[in-house]
């Protein structure tokens, strides 16, 4: 988008408008103090650029310069220089066309007789306004949900972005949310919605409309089907760095059913401030402040669910530089020592450089640049007097503040120091003597010695003191074989002396305090290459005139062979050695004197002798710096097998002989890669890096090197002089390429004091805490393929610019997919289960590596394994379901089946083939048919006994009647023996309720006669037949 870093001036058009504009040019004061990092020139506008830097000396001369350089006092075709020294600037050159030349980095200084000050520097930019990166696409949602449309342009000043439908400008501003960052999203869609939408973007520089997209909006859809779909948050909120006091938004869009409930929180548990506002779902920050950088969770819920997504994004809050401790003017007398402090803030952190009289200091014997903002003048002279200016620069802006020092000279002070001679006792130590200041030696009091490196500009300067009484002085701990700058300074009461003479001297060569940093790797099975670089001056100690290489077999580590080799190679092969056998090898340095000490013994194993076996990357060279190693090679002698590159490195903490790992990190790296910038080291710290050649089956022998870091602050080396980090690239696009590769495209920022040499790239699948599956790339080119990747897989890419040592912050990251691709293993768990004699159940899981949405699956059966794929049966099932019945098979027969899966770009591989036998059909009991039996036959047997029951009833009858008639018995004794009185009425008519209710008939029941007795039992055992048996009786006759 448009740039973040500018404090725009819009030139109050409405003060100057009309004619007035070309009478009233728009002005802008470059001094010391805080102002605007970056001005527009908008068009038709004239912009005064007025030096006002607050000197009180007279007369100034104001000169001019643009990007560093002088600009001409004749002016240009875009430039006139005014009569009070300003600098107006023309919105069109002569044949008027905006003057492309114009943009650059404007400064004034002003010079006096005391000296001279420089102002900060102004970015001058032309309006402008590009074309879309991004438009809005179409869309289909159904009724009640959201929509969202999306358009990126990038434009100075920032373009203001409004959304219309079907060419009307959209002023309903509950359900349709405009993000400043060119978002609209559309809430609780309605089919009045429907229609083509399109944004306007527009500025100073004029206004561009993007293409239209249609939304259409369904119905109908049931809320079982709504139900189903999964809660997913369709716009994730995005890594954003915004500058201080600029709005900042953070977007955030869920859907599902029940409608989602989103809410914000900080990952770091802090509460979250009382200025952050949620603007629908979105996060909104109207005025960013430092205290709002950090890293917030957008969680979406479904309400009385315990459903939820989270998203998460960081926002950084970048700032310009701001001085927070200004030095001081201060008046001191010759010889003294002048300190100013200087320090500053800003985001990044700005790095900080010192001017005198508008010129860059240059660190020497006498004056030292100290940490954190310190400048250190020792021995003032008289031409140290002058404008001392701390500048503070992080990309983003200047800062400056200014001091004045003035020195003065006392009268009675000794002179310098006479005869100074400095002669060499041994490597490290040395003998100083000379001879008494001629004038006012009287005075003096004491001497200071001092001394530092030859060469260097921020070399550290030594100062020893001692009384009158000695005019001699023995340094030691010096470097060997190293030139040293002596001289001698006095003191009185008064003051000191100006310095004596200089007098150069080399201290003598020494042996070697260090070996040489040993790279090892192999091209065939019976060389080993050694490889090493140049021992530095404070390592060698002298001239190196020899290498000594020892190596042997590691099963006979006595026997040790040794070469020696001359002083100015940097590699030598060892050749006729023995296949797949480890060796031992270790290499010291030497000059005239001697050897120094050897390198720790290195372990490699040669190759073994077979032609798949992928070879060590060859030329291995690692370039040493502060905090970075650049590590180079050149490609495996077998590159044909090669399939990329891995890098690893580590520190490690040498002990005598033991070391102690602290960390792996290993860098996945493509096949054209032949050199990587590993950056955020440990200065002065041991690190042993790897590189190796891999395939999809296997890894390559390993190209090896240890060294170690160089110091934060050593002596000998010249130093690198601080650059601010250089500010991430711009308007960065990803657009997959294919399946496994993706295209990556940025612009240089546009705002960068910083020359940038390359750029690296971040790459990883999104939401992945596994560093092994991130890989960095580089480019040289502001565009790169990166390949190798995962399909159907996203990736979060961000890009990172590099300067000279130095490497910048990583951009926001963007995410792109790769393409479909077919599945690349076949599904997996395939299980059989024959359910009967022709049907058997077939179920799987999806395969591992799907490589895009399974569209259907074909399930393979046959009874002859034998059988071409072709005449295997077949079933397609959805893509969704990962079982099916298989009907209508033969019983007792063995069937063979394989499931293969499909995306939209084709099939991927079968799974293996099994196995299932169906079994020989059974009988099978119908439960209800023997249920029907069951009963029929008990209803059957129940008649059967009530049919006996009822005969041996009638035969019982029949007895029993026959009996009764052949006996005659009289009616008075037909009842048990007794005879009936005459007046009693006879019951015969009544014989049921007489055998129920037997006293009824008769008062008293006597115990029966032995005759009756089978009567009773017959009747005790079957009522109905007792009162059948009574029926039959005769009446009795009168």
Same mark, same amino acid.
């Given at each position: 988008?448009?740039?973040?870093?500018? %404090?725009?001036?819009? $030139?109050?058009?409405?003060?100057?408008?009309?004619?007035?504009?070309?009478?009233?040019?728009?002005?802008?004061?470059?001094?010391? +103090?805080?102002?605007?990092?970056?001005?527009?020139?908008?068009?038709?506008?004239?912009?005064?650029?007025?030096?006002?830097?607050?000197?009180?000396?007279?007369?100034?001369?104001?000169?001019?310069?643009?990007?560093?350089?002088?600009?001409?006092?004749?002016?240009?075709?875009?430039?006139?220089?005014?009569?009070?020294?300003?600098?107006?600037? &023309?919105?069109?050159?002569?044949? +008027?066309?905006?003057?492309?030349?114009?943009?650059?980095?404007?400064? $004034?200084?002003?010079?006096?007789?005391?000296?001279?000050?420089?102002?900060?520097?102004?970015?001058?930019?032309?309006?402008?306004?590009?074309?879309?990166?991004?438009?809005?696409?179409?869309?289909?949602?159904?009724?009640?949900?959201?929509?969202?449309?999306?358009?990126?342009?990038?434009?100075?000043?920032?373009?203001?972005?409004?959304?219309?439908?079907?060419?009307?400008?959209?002023?309903?501003?509950?359900?349709? %949310?405009?993000?400043?960052?060119?978002?609209?999203? %559309?809430?609780?869609?309605? /089919?009045?919605?429907?229609?083509?939408?399109?944004?306007?973007?527009?500025?100073?520089?004029?206004?561009?409309?993007?293409?239209?997209?249609?939304?259409?909006?369904?119905?109908?859809?049931?809320?079982?089907?709504?139900?189903?779909?999964?809660?997913?948050?369709?716009?994730?909120?995005?890594?954003?760095?915004?500058?201080?006091?600029?709005?900042?938004?953070?977007?955030?869009?869920?859907?599902?059913?029940?409608?989602?409930?989103?809410?914000?929180?900080?990952?770091?548990?802090?509460?979250?401030?009382?200025?952050?506002?949620?603007?629908?779902?979105?996060?909104?920050?109207?005025?960013?402040?430092?205290?709002?950088?950090?890293?917030?969770?957008?969680?979406?819920?479904?309400?009385?669910?315990?459903?939820?997504?989270?998203?998460?994004?960081?926002?950084?809050?970048?700032?310009?530089?701001?001085?927070?401790?200004?030095?001081?003017?201060?008046?001191?007398?010759?010889?003294?020592?002048?300190?100013?402090?200087?320090?500053?803030?800003?985001?990044?952190?700005?790095?900080?450089? @010192?001017? /005198?009289?508008?010129?860059?200091?240059?660190?020497?014997?006498?004056?030292?640049?100290?940490?954190?903002?310190?400048?250190?003048?020792?021995?003032?002279?008289?031409?140290?007097?002058?404008?001392?200016?701390? !500048?503070?620069?992080?990309?983003?802006?200047?800062?400056?503040?200014?001091?004045?020092?003035?020195?003065?000279?006392?009268?009675?002070?000794?002179?310098?120091?006479?005869?100074?001679?400095?002669?060499?006792?041994?490597?490290?130590?040395?003998?100083?003597?000379? &001879?008494?200041?001629?004038?006012?030696?009287?005075?003096?009091?004491?001497?200071?010695?001092?001394?530092?490196?030859?060469?260097?500009?921020?070399?550290?300067?030594?100062?020893?003191?001692?009384?009158?009484?000695?005019?001699?002085?023995?340094?030691?701990?010096?470097?060997?074989?190293?030139?040293?700058?002596?001289?001698?300074?006095?003191?009185?009461?008064?003051?000191?002396?100006?310095?004596?003479?200089?007098?150069?001297?080399?201290?003598?060569?020494?042996?070697?305090?260090?070996?040489?940093?040993?790279?090892?790797?192999?091209?065939?099975?019976?060389?080993?290459?050694?490889?090493?670089?140049?021992?530095?001056?404070?390592?060698?100690? +002298?001239?190196?005139?020899?290498?000594?290489?020892?190596?042997?077999?590691?099963?006979?580590?006595?026997?040790?062979?040794?070469?020696?080799?001359?002083?100015?190679?940097?590699?030598?092969?060892?050749?006729?050695?023995?296949?797949?056998?480890? #060796?031992?090898?270790?290499?010291?340095?030497?000059?005239?004197?001697?050897?120094?000490?050897?390198?720790? @013994?290195?372990?490699?194993?040669?190759?073994?002798?077979?032609?798949?076996?992928?070879?060590?990357?060859?030329?291995?060279?690692?370039?040493?710096?502060?905090?970075?190693?650049?590590?180079?090679?050149?490609?495996?002698?077998?590159?044909?097998?090669?399939?990329?590159?891995?890098?690893?490195?580590?520190?490690?903490?040498?002990?005598?002989?033991?070391?102690?790992?602290?960390?792996?990190?290993?860098?996945?790296?493509?096949?054209?890669?032949?050199?990587?910038?590993?950056?955020?080291?440990?200065?002065?710290?041991? #690190?042993?890096?790897?590189?190796?050649?891999?395939? &999809?089956?296997?890894?390559?022998?390993?190209?090896?090197?240890?060294?170690?870091?160089?110091?934060?602050?050593?002596?000998?080396?010249?130093?690198?002089?601080?650059?601010?980090?250089?500010?991430?690239?711009?308007?960065?696009?990803?657009?997959?390429?294919?399946?496994?590769?993706?295209?990556?495209?940025?612009?240089?920022?546009?705002?960068?004091?910083?020359?940038? !040499?390359? #750029?690296?790239?971040?790459?990883?699948?999104?939401?992945?805490?596994?560093?092994?599956?991130?890989?960095?790339?580089?480019?040289?080119?502001? =565009?790169?393929?990166?390949?190798?990747?995962?399909?159907?897989?996203?990736?979060?890419?961000?890009?990172?610019?590099?300067?000279?040592?130095?490497?910048?912050?990583?951009?926001?990251?963007?995410?792109?997919?790769?393409?479909?691709?077919?599945?690349?293993?076949?599904?997996?768990?395939?299980?059989?289960?024959?359910?009967?004699?022709?049907?058997?159940?077939?179920?799987?899981?999806?395969?591992?590596?799907?490589?895009?949405?399974?569209?259907?699956?074909?399930?393979?059966?046959?009874?002859?394994?034998?059988?071409?794929?072709?005449?295997?049966?077949?079933?397609?099932?959805?893509?969704?379901?990962?079982?099916? &019945?298989?009907?209508?098979?033969?019983?007792?027969?063995? #069937?063979?089946?394989?499931?293969?899966?499909?995306?939209?770009?084709?099939?991927?591989?079968?799974?293996?083939?099994?196995?299932?036998?169906?079994?020989?059909? /059974?009988?099978?009991?119908?439960?209800?048919?023997?249920?029907?039996?069951?009963?029929?036959?008990?209803?059957?047997?129940?008649?059967?006994?009530?049919?006996?029951?009822?005969?041996?009833?009638?035969?019982?009858?029949?007895?029993?009647?026959?009996?009764?008639?052949?006996?005659?018995?009289?009616?008075?004794?037909?009842?048990?023996?007794?005879?009936?009185?005459?007046?009693?009425?006879? $019951?015969?008519?009544?014989?049921?309720?007489?055998?129920?209710?037997?006293?009824? $008939?008769?008062?008293?029941?006597?115990?029966?006669?032995?005759?009756? =007795?089978?009567?009773?039992?017959?009747?005790?055992?079957?009522?109905?037949?007792?009162?059948?048996?009574?029926?039959?009786?005769?009446?009795?006759?009168?």
């Amino acid at each position: 988008m448009a740039v973040e870093t500018t %404090i725009w001036l819009f $030139c109050l058009l409405a003060l100057f408008c009309g004619p007035s504009q070309q009478e009233k040019p728009v002005s802008v004061e470059l001094s010391c +103090g805080a102002g605007p990092s970056h001005v527009v020139l908008e068009p038709g506008l004239r912009l005064l650029l007025e030096c006002n830097l607050g000197a009180s000396d007279t007369p100034f001369n104001i000169s001019w310069f643009k990007d560093g350089q002088l600009l001409p006092l004749q002016g240009t075709d875009y430039s006139q220089f005014m009569v009070n020294q300003s600098l107006l600037l &023309k919105p069109t050159s002569t044949d +008027g066309q905006p003057p492309q030349d114009v943009e650059g980095s404007y400064s $004034c200084v002003s010079a006096s007789a005391r000296g001279a000050l420089t102002s900060r520097t102004v970015n001058v930019l032309l309006a402008s306004l590009s074309r879309f990166h991004k438009e809005p696409t179409p869309q289909t949602v159904s009724a009640s949900g959201s929509a969202r449309f999306e358009c990126h342009i990038e434009g100075i000043p920032s373009p203001v972005i409004t959304w219309e439908k079907d060419k009307v400008v959209i002023t309903d501003v509950k359900r349709f %949310i405009s993000l400043p960052n060119g978002v609209l999203q %559309i809430l609780e869609v309605t /089919k009045q919605d429907e229609g083509s939408y399109r944004c306007v973007a527009s500025n100073s520089a004029g206004r561009e409309t993007s293409n239209e997209a249609r939304l259409t909006v369904t119905t109908g859809a049931t809320l079982g089907n709504q139900a189903l779909s999964p809660l997913v948050i369709v716009a994730r909120p995005q890594n954003v760095t915004v500058v201080l006091g600029h709005p900042a938004v953070m977007e955030c869009m869920a859907q599902g059913l029940p409608k989602p409930i989103v809410s914000w929180s900080r990952k770091d548990k802090k509460p979250m401030s009382t200025d952050v506002a949620v603007l629908a779902t979105n996060l909104v920050i109207q005025n960013t402040r430092r205290h709002h950088a950090g890293v917030y969770v957008c969680r979406a819920n479904k309400n009385m669910t315990t459903d939820f997504v989270n998203a998460s994004a960081e926002l950084h809050v970048s700032a310009s530089p701001v001085i927070l401790q200004h030095p001081e003017s201060v008046s001191l007398s010759r010889g003294n020592t002048a300190r100013f402090h200087c320090n500053s803030s800003g985001e990044p952190r700005p790095v900080l450089r @010192w001017l /005198k009289n508008g010129q860059p200091i240059k660190t020497f014997r006498r004056v030292k640049m100290q940490s954190p903002g310190t400048l250190l003048i020792n021995q003032l002279a008289l031409d140290d007097g002058g404008y001392y200016q701390c !500048i503070a620069d992080n990309g983003l802006g200047t800062a400056c503040a200014t001091a004045k020092l003035m020195v003065t000279v006392k009268e009675g002070l000794p002179s310098p120091p006479r005869h100074l001679s400095v002669t060499p006792h041994s490597s490290t130590t040395a003998l100083l003597t000379w &001879k008494k200041p001629e004038n006012n030696s009287d005075q003096v009091i004491g001497y200071s010695v001092h001394y530092l490196l030859a060469t260097g500009s921020d070399n550290v300067e030594y100062q020893f003191v001692m009384n009158n009484e000695t005019t001699e002085y023995l340094a030691k701990e010096l470097l060997p074989h190293t030139a040293y700058v002596f001289f001698v300074t006095a003191y009185s009461h008064g003051g000191s002396s100006g310095p004596s003479e200089n007098v150069t001297v080399e201290m003598l060569e020494d042996v070697p305090s260090a070996p040489p940093q040993l790279s090892i790797d192999s091209s065939s099975p019976t060389d080993i290459r050694l490889m090493w670089h140049p021992l530095s001056s404070q390592h060698s100690r +002298g001239a190196v005139t020899r290498y000594r290489i020892e190596y042997s077999t590691l099963n006979q580590a006595d026997t040790i062979f040794s070469v020696e080799v001359q002083g100015n190679q940097t590699q030598f092969t060892l050749r006729e050695l023995q296949p797949n056998k480890v #060796y031992r090898l270790r290499i010291a340095a030497g000059t005239g004197v001697g050897f120094g000490v050897p390198s720790e @013994w290195a372990q490699y194993q040669t190759l073994a002798q077979y032609s798949h076996m992928i070879f060590a990357p060859t030329e291995l060279k690692v370039k040493a710096r502060v905090k970075t190693l650049n590590v180079t090679w050149h490609p495996s002698p077998n590159h044909t097998l090669v399939s990329g590159y891995k890098l690893s490195y580590r520190e490690m903490e040498a002990d005598m002989k033991s070391s102690r790992e602290r960390s792996l990190h290993t860098i996945r790296l493509r096949k054209k890669a032949r050199s990587h910038l590993l950056t955020g080291l440990v200065a002065d710290r041991q #690190y042993e890096v790897r590189v190796w050649a891999f395939n &999809k089956h296997t890894d390559g022998a390993a190209a090896v090197w240890k060294g170690r870091t160089e110091r934060e602050d050593h002596r000998g080396s010249n130093p690198h002089i601080p650059h601010p980090p250089p500010l991430p690239p711009s308007s960065i696009q990803a657009a997959a390429n294919s399946s496994t590769s993706i295209w990556l495209r940025w612009e240089r920022p546009r705002f960068s004091n910083v020359r940038i !040499i390359n #750029y690296t790239v971040r790459c990883s699948p999104t939401g992945t805490s596994n560093t092994s599956l991130v890989s960095y790339h580089t480019s040289s080119a502001q =565009e790169i393929l990166i390949g190798g990747l995962k399909p159907f897989t996203q990736y979060e890419l961000a890009v990172q610019s590099n300067g000279v040592d130095v490497g910048g912050p990583f951009s926001s990251t963007v995410e792109e997919s790769t393409l479909p691709d077919r599945p690349s293993t076949p599904p997996e768990e395939l299980q059989l289960n024959a359910l009967n004699s022709s049907s058997v159940l077939v179920s799987w899981r999806p395969p591992l590596e799907a490589n895009g949405i399974i569209s259907s699956y074909k399930v393979l059966y046959s009874c002859n394994l034998s059988d071409p794929e072709h005449m295997w049966n077949s079933l397609s099932q959805d893509g969704s379901i990962t079982s099916v &019945k298989v009907h209508t098979l033969s019983a007792g027969t063995r #069937y063979y089946f394989k499931v293969g899966a499909s995306t939209e770009v084709g099939s991927g591989p079968s799974s293996p083939v099994k196995d299932v036998q169906t079994p020989h059909p /059974k009988y099978e009991v119908d439960i209800h048919a023997l249920t029907g039996i069951i009963i029929g036959v008990c209803l059957g047997l129940m008649c059967i006994l009530l049919c006996i029951c009822f005969s041996f009833r009638k035969s019982k009858s029949r007895e029993t009647s026959g009996a009764l008639n052949s006996t005659a018995v009289s009616p008075q004794y037909r009842r048990v023996g007794f005879p009936v009185p005459a007046n009693e009425t006879d $019951c015969s008519d009544s014989h049921e309720l007489d055998i129920l209710m037997p006293p009824s $008939c008769q008062e008293s029941a006597q115990p029966l006669a032995e005759a009756q =007795e089978s009567e009773s039992l017959m009747a005790t055992s079957d009522p109905g037949q007792a009162k059948d048996a009574s029926a039959p009786e005769p009446k009795v006759q009168d």
